[in-house]
């Protein structure tokens, strides 16, 4: 019976690896350019806001502190609506949402409907379409899935580049309300992009009715394996530190007495590294050799990051903040476009979508958290070393957490010498068996240890014919 | 009082007399070096009741040149209040100090008394004491030293400047604006605000609830303009009245209808509604295109597999590898 799951037809669940993957690849390189990059257009509106409504900096910030908990917080709902109808419905609904919020949004007269209307439906609106989108990937790759994944988070800093002066210039020519009208239009493209995903068709099981319906709408086993729980832990921590460089290198470069423009040069050199660390660690991450240590090479990559934060701290002038920028694009690039690969490896593709929304909720606390809290601890002490130190901390302990709780925790399981293979034994030994049908369980575990990536056959009584 | 000027347009003095006037100077001459103070050697000279009298703020600018200086010295000086004002001049040269031609000039009118000239090594100093207490004693007060050359200093008295916005203010049809002016660190006795009629400024009154004018702090204004019309699109003026002058800044407000940025976003809905109806139209042509197809093996093998009642997937491989090898 397990044969035939190896040789399935291209309509079957098979992954693609290429063909229509590339039209979803482009899509899901689209949705996270804005999804990442749109809390960062609206707050070049900021200064005119305050102007509009007679506001302080702190209650516009509430603006991106609110996307963010939506983009973050909705995790788990978007896992359920996308188990109940499908990626596609969700992902269009989701960018007529986001559009809508950004259109209505023109039309405020206070401060708390543009809450309502930019914070609440078009945050609710891009998270309805980035959490399916990496789901599509998933399942439109295998082979090449750390490749993919790496183009497509280089959605981000590109989007983060262009957005921006788009939004100036839009301020500039439309005002703060017709430039939100044109980037409601704008977002509108996202529905495009939710066309795109075409649902890989399953061939139809005999004897075991669609596969569908056996799913729960969100599935909570996900904490039962070792490997995701600690992964969700050490992401969390991760994501307490991971912005705040970005947002205070600016800043800490003022502090030093760079010139502004000198300043705001350091985020674009930023930017550009990013662009290409994420492909390349993708494509460094889909190596033969490495693929099996993905865990690893997330884990170096988060010591990274926080190293060059410890020693971004130290940085004096400008010559050494630059520096600090380059190797810091680096690591977050390289962070940024492990973080859902490594997922995907961890769970694999059956239960991502109910672990990614989880994973986000998790992280949502962190996020709301980790800035603002640098931000006390600036207002507090007056010395950037000291936030930039306490970023690095967090980062790091992130990873110490997730390289020592895997090199440990995952390994005591029995002879098993790969996590991902162990967790997968693990997780199919505490599987009840009457939890879903036979075949599910083979899809599944076809999909999350592919036995050619780890250079040889696993015997277990599913695989052999 | 004039000095070495005064005796050198009585035309060429004799050496006797240069010598004694010399001597009284160096007499006279103030103890410190530096000459930074200069205390007066004239102490006939008669004060302005004024700067007695007063109880204004002082103000002391100093300029310094050499006969090598190849570029008028300029100083801008800000000035809010009525003050006494203390403006010196030090040229250094090292030629003969006794040749040395030095007069003043407000703008371009000279100056004709109250001013000093005194000497100290190599270093001629003037000095010029007067009050500003309205806008006629603003402008540019210039201090000249004529050798062979003209040397000349400047000091610009300016009443401050306000904030300049360069971006226009953009606003829509049936929208209200607010157009501040902000002053950095000065408090004008007075704000007005202009709008402009073709080239004309016309003050703007409160009429209706059209305009409201909000001053909370002394240094900054604020108009507020409700149910705005295209009409009211165009260029305003703000002043600020000082005691001592007037200052103004430029705000242009647009007034922009809703139709302008509804085209580029309605230009944007119809590309999305085109490509969504293009893919998935190509995708329904595609799949239709696969059920009715047969050229293909693998498109084959699914219309097998709907004629093959068991469909056993064991089989499935070798009857694949059949067809395969088959074509």
């Given at each position: ?9 291209p309509t079957g669940?098979?992954?693609p690896?290429g063909g229509w993957g590339w039209a979803v690849l482009f899509g899901c ?57 499908g990626c596609r419905p969700v992902m269009l609904?989701?960018g ?36 399916p989108s990496?789901?599509m990937?998933?399942r439109y ?50 529905c495009v992009c939710g066309a795109l995903m075409r649902p890989l068709v399953a ?263 | ?271 999305v509604v085109l490509l969504v109806a293009t893919i998935l139209l190509c995708e329904k042509y595609t799949q239709k295109k696969k059920k009715h197809s047969?050229?293909n093996?693998l498109f084959?093998?699914l ?25």
């Amino acid at each position: 019976m397990g044969g035939a799951v190896v040789d399935e037809g291209p309509t079957g669940v098979k992954a693609p690896d290429g063909g229509w993957g590339w039209a979803v690849l482009f899509g899901c390189f689209v949705i996270t350019g804005f999804s990442y990059a749109f809390p960062k257009a609206v707050s070049v509106f900021f200064k005119e806001l305050m102007r509009e409504f007679g506001i302080g900096y702190s209650d516009t910030a509430w603006i991106s502190s609110i996307l963010l908990a939506m983009l973050y917080g909705t995790g788990p709902l978007c896992s359920v609506c996308v188990n109940r109808f499908g990626c596609r419905p969700v992902m269009l609904v989701g960018g007529l949402f986001a559009s809508l919020g950004m259109v209505a949004a023109s039309f405020c007269r206070s401060i708390i409907q543009v809450y309502l209307t930019t914070g609440v439906i078009t945050g609710l609106g891009l998270a309805l379409n980035f959490q399916p989108s990496l789901i599509m990937l998933n399942r439109y790759f295998s082979k090449r899935r750390p490749m993919a994944n790496g183009l497509a988070a280089a959605g981000s800093p590109v989007f983060l580049c262009a957005l921006s002066p788009l939004g100036q210039l839009l301020q500039d020519r439309y005002g703060w309300r017709g430039g939100f009208l044109i980037l409601g239009g704008l977002l509108l493209n996202c529905c495009v992009c939710g066309a795109l995903m075409r649902p890989l068709v399953a061939v139809a099981q005999p004897g075991s009715g669609p596969p569908r319906s056996s799913r729960r709408l969100l599935d909570l086993s996900v904490f039962r394996d070792r490997g995701f729980v600690l992964y969700a832990v050490a992401a969390s921590v991760m994501v307490l530190g991971l912005f705040i460089p970005p947002v205070f290198v600016v800043s800490y470069a003022k502090d030093l007495g760079v010139p502004d423009t000198k300043a705001a040069f350091l985020l674009t050199v930023l930017g550009f590294i990013d662009i290409f660390a994420r492909p390349a660690a993708g494509f460094v991450a889909g190596l033969g050799k490495v693929r099996p240590y993905s865990v690893y090479l997330f884990s170096f990559s988060m010591f990274f990051n926080g190293f060059a934060d410890l020693a971004g701290s130290t940085a004096g002038d400008y010559g050494g903040l630059v520096v600090f920028c380059i190797f810091f694009g680096i690591s977050y690039g390289m962070v940024g476009a492990l973080q859902f690969e490594v997922l995907m490896a961890i769970v694999g593709t059956h239960k991502f979508s109910s672990a990614i929304g989880l994973v986000l909720l998790m992280e949502a606390v962190a996020v709301l958290i980790g800035p603002p809290s640098g931000g006390r601890l600036l207002d507090a002490t007056h010395v950037y070393k000291y936030v930039f130190i306490l970023a690095g901390a967090e980062v790091l302990t992130s990873s110490l957490i997730l390289l020592l709780g895997n090199f440990f925790c995952i390994r005591k399981k029995p002879k098993e010498p790969q996590p991902e293979v162990a967790a997968a034994e693990e997780e199919k030994l505490h599987k009840p068996p009457a939890d879903s049908g036979v075949d599910l369980r083979e899809v599944e575990h076809f999909l999350k240890a592919e036995p050619e990536k780890n250079g040889e056959v696993i015997h277990t009584p599913e695989t052999s014919v | 009082m004039r000095a070495l000027p005064g005796l050198l347009a009585a035309r060429a003095p004799t050496p006797r007399l240069l010598l004694l006037l010399q001597c009284l100077l160096a007499t006279a001459r103030p103890s410190s070096a530096d000459g930074s103070a200069l205390d007066l050697p004239f102490t006939s000279l008669p004060l302005r009741e004024e700067m007695m009298a007063n109880n204004f703020s002082s103000e002391s600018h100093n300029i310094s040149l050499t006969e090598h200086s190849s570029m008028p010295v300029e100083k801008n000086i800000t000035l809010e209040r009525p003050s006494n004002v203390n403006l010196t001049c030090q040229f250094t040269t090292s030629g003969d100090l006794n040749a040395v031609n030095v007069t003043w000039k407000k703008d371009s009118e000279q100056l004709e008394n109250n001013y000093l000239v005194s000497a100290t090594g190599s270093t001629l100093y003037t000095q010029y004491r007067f009050t500003i207490i309205n806008s006629k004693q603003m402008g540019s007060y210039s201090c000249f030293f004529r050798e062979e050359k003209e040397q000349r200093g400047t000091f610009n008295f300016k009443v401050p400047e306000l904030h300049g916005k360069n971006k226009p203010l953009i606003s829509y049809v049936g929208d209200s604006t607010v157009l501040t002016c902000k002053c950095q660190n000065c408090f004008p006795l007075n704000w007005t605000w202009y709008s402009t009629n073709g080239s004309i400024k016309v003050p703007v009154g409160v009429q209706m609830n059209k305009y409201v004018i909000n001053e909370t702090y002394a240094n900054e204004t604020k108009l507020k303009i409700t149910q705005l019309l295209e009409e009211d699109g165009g260029s305003y003026w703000c002043h600020a009245l000082f005691q001592l002058g007037e200052s103004e800044e430029h705000i242009e407000l647009v007034v922009l209808s809703y139709l302008v940025p509804l085209k580029p976003f309605l230009a944007i809905v119809a590309e999305v509604v085109l490509l969504v109806a293009t893919i998935l139209l190509c995708e329904k042509y595609t799949q239709k295109k696969k059920k009715h197809s047969g050229g293909n093996f693998l498109f084959c093998f699914l219309y097998r597999k709907s004629d093959d009642s068991n469909g056993i997937e064991n089989n499935v491989p070798r009857h694949r590898k059949n067809e395969s090898l088959g074509q």
